[in-house]
């Protein structure tokens, strides 16, 4: 999508043009079936991904470069409805997304933080390990 997406994909022109008088093979012709299943499903994919192999980032890149492209896209194969229910995925999956990276940046940081007393405390014979195991 990220190749094939760009402004005025069948070269309409005129951007009022009515999907109704645009010819189903000149769409066709343009959008591939390819594309149109990518521009129908991606965020399904993208959900189902565990292990976040695409970073954020990238899908805000995305959207910030082909987001009107997209919709473009699935005005003309007739399913402009459907954007909605993939922003709402995209929502969705971008928050559960932003806490666990939250979370793992945090457990990290609980993490060092807990080294630094243990040195701390090996070089100060004041306090007992036992103190330190409520940590």
Known sequence: M???LKEDICDLVWPGTQR?????????????D?????CRHWAYHFQKIETPLIN????????????????????LIGRFRESIQ???ILQT????????????????RAER?????????ARNPRLSSHELDNY
């Not at 390819?34 to 990518?38: D, F, K, R, S, V």
């Not at 999956?93 to 806490?99: D, T």
């Open 56 to 75: 954020l980032d990238e899908v805000f890149v995305f959207l910030q470069k082909h987001l009107f492209h997209w919709l473009e896209a699935l005005s």
């Open 113 to 121: 933080t807990k080294q630094a007393a243990w040195k701390f405390a």
């Open 2 to 4: 990220n190749i094939s």
């Open 93 to 108: 999956v971008i928050k559960v997304r932003m806490a666990v990276d939250f979370l793992n940046h945090e457990t990290n």
């Open 34 to 38: 390819e594309l149109q299943y990518a």
């Open 20 to 32: 109704t008088e645009i010819p189903s093979l000149r769409v066709a012709s343009c959008i591939s």
């Open 86 to 88: 993939v922003i709402k």
